[in-house]
Structure formats: C-alpha cells, structure tokens
C-alpha cells in the first residue's frame, strides 16, 4: 500500500481567527514565513501523496487563486466549494467521487505537523483496520477531547465513551482511511468525529497511530497562530530554506525574499513577510508583518501589522 490521495478539510468560517477573519482566509495565513496550507500541502507532497482535494467555504477563492492547481508544489489539487459547510463527514462524503477506491489521508487544514507516513501505512495495514486516528499525549487533552488505547493501540474509549481505563491520548485531526469509509458515512451535513467514529466506534474497530509530543501544533485561534509563529521562530524550527528567507538567529528575527531591510529598521522577534516595503526608521519587537505591508515609522510591539492595518495582541480571539 502506497498513500497517494488525502483531503484537506479547509472549509471553515475562521471566527476563531478575528480579527484576521474578516481579510484571510485562516489556511492561508503564514507560520514562520510560509502559508499554513502550503506547509501541510508540501509535508504531504514530500511523503508521497501526489493528489489533494480541497474544500471551499469562508475566503475560498482566495485560497485557490493562492495554491492554483498544485503545479507549482509538485502536485495536483481539485477543490470543492461547499455553498453551505458540510462538516467534517458531510465535506469528506462529497468528495468520495474523488477519493473513491483508495486509502486516503483526511488532515485538519489549521494543524502544523511531521509524519512518518509510510511508519503509519505498515502500521494501519498491519492492524486490519479501516480507520487510523494519528494522536498524542498532551497536558490539554480534556479540551480537545480524549480517546483511550489498550496496549495494541485499538481505540477502546472515545470522548467519555466505551472502556475509561485506557491510556489516554488526544485526537490531532489526521486521519488514514479506507475507501469502504465514504460509504459508510451519513448522508447530509455532518461531523465525522461526533456523528460517525463516536456512536460506532466499537464495531468499527479504530486503530491510533501515537505521534511524538512535539511533531504537532494547533492554530486553531488568532492567539495560538501568533504565538506559535515566535515559539517556532526561537526555536529555529519549520523555518523556509535560506532560498525563501533570510534567518537571523541571534535576533530572532526572518525576512522572506524578496523583501529587504534598509536602515533604520530594527527586528527583535520578528518574522517580516514578502514585498513590505518600508517608509522609514521603524522598531518592531514580538511582531509579525504580513506580506504586501507598507510600513510607516514607528514602533511596534505585540501585535501583527498587514495591509488592512495594526492589530494588537489583546485584540485576539484567545
């Protein structure tokens, strides 16, 4: 078995991203200098999965006339424009024309993550199932919701249901699946974890792949993106290849080709994004710059400035 088809489920409102909900669609607001849609798209690609669908709802033109259709990353991207939003279950049911007669990846398209995919493959074969759930341990899992393994990591208790001794794990929003799934799924709007794993999870028999702890990151909320996006940038992970940015490790600092910086202008935990251009001396510290910014003299703290204006940090939605 060889992994080639996955869906990134995209077709959210983006209310936990205000106030950049109004301007951007959430999957194409960069982590560390790189839209979080392209980074799950070339995590994808570099694993092997040569097909991803897509689908649209809140900015959805926006993330197309971004990604176009995949030529540019190496792949093929389809899209689907859901007028009114399915739902996890709903929007993966209508794309079973385009994912029937395969085993397919279904991925969380406000995740940042590293996936041994072929370790999940033998993994998911080996265990005769046709779901795999990739979890984690994590101090927060009671808000993201637990499920509990046995010792051959068969899901055993899910969301308060089922058997409460297992070890408990966190769900990370990736999923491997066999095709026999879409048929299974229920008919209308629906949520695949809610209305599908949990009142049949039993006799579905789900397998869990367990992740290391710091191989996933949610960006679910404005608040976790831009504090993911500093973490990262201090810890010098997920950073763009030295073609596509500039990385000054000692101020923290990342400067996305092919804007530069003239004099006067200071960065102290900054990421600075493509083509902003700079009118004169300016201070920036904990802050992120969107791409296309025309920047104006001044000092900047806590917060991300983009064309549509500057926005604090206690702004956020938490």
């Known amino acids: ?94 794309a079973s024309a385009l994912l029937a007669g395969e085993t397919f990846l279904l991925v969380n398209g406000d995740i940042l993550f590293e996936l041994d995919l072929p370790l999940l493959e033998r993994e998911h074969l080996a265990s005769g199932a046709a779901i795999t759930l990739v979890v984690r341990k994590d101090p927060q899992m009671q808000c993201y919701g637990t499920l509990r393994l046995d010792s051959g990591h068969r899901v055993v208790g899910f969301l308060g249901h089922g058997i409460p001794d297992g070890e408990p794990f966190m769900f990370t929003g990736i999923h491997l699946l066999e095709a026999s799934v879409l048929d299974a799924l229920p008919p209308g709007p629906s949520c695949i974890v809610r209305d599908f794993y949990l009142p049949h999870f039993e006799e579905l028999s789900i397998h869990a792949h367990v992740l290391p702890e710091d191989h996933w990151f949610d960006l679910g909320t404005a608040s976790r993106w831009f504090r993911l996006n500093l973490e990262l940038l201090q810890k010098g992970r997920f950073l763009p290849p030295a073609t596509r940015a500039a990385h000054d490790a000692r101020q923290h600092a990342l400067v996305v080709h092919p804007t530069e910086l003239p004099l006067g202008v200071s960065l102290q935990d900054c990421i600075i994004g493509r083509g902003v251009r700079f009118c004169g001396p300016a201070l920036f510290e904990r802050v992120l710059v969107l791409d296309h910014t025309v920047v104006h003299p001044a000092e900047y703290r806590d917060g991300v400035l983009c064309p549509h204006g500057w926005f604090p940090t206690s702004n956020f939605h938490a």
Do not use: C, W
């Open 1 to 94: 078995m060889s992994v080639r088809s996955a869906m990134i489920l995209t077709a959210g409102f983006g209310t936990r991203m205000a106030p950049f909900d109004t301007y951007y669609a959430k999957p194409a607001l960069p982590v560390v200098g790189l839209a979080m849609l392209e980074r799950i798209i070339v995590t994808l690609r570099d694993q092997g999965v040569e097909r991803v669908v897509l689908n649209l709802h809140h900015q959805g033109q926006q993330i197309r006339d971004f990604l176009g259709d995949g030529r540019d990353l190496g792949l093929t991207l389809r899209y689907l424009y859901e007028e009114h939003i399915l739902g996890t279950g709903g929007g993966l049911r209508n």
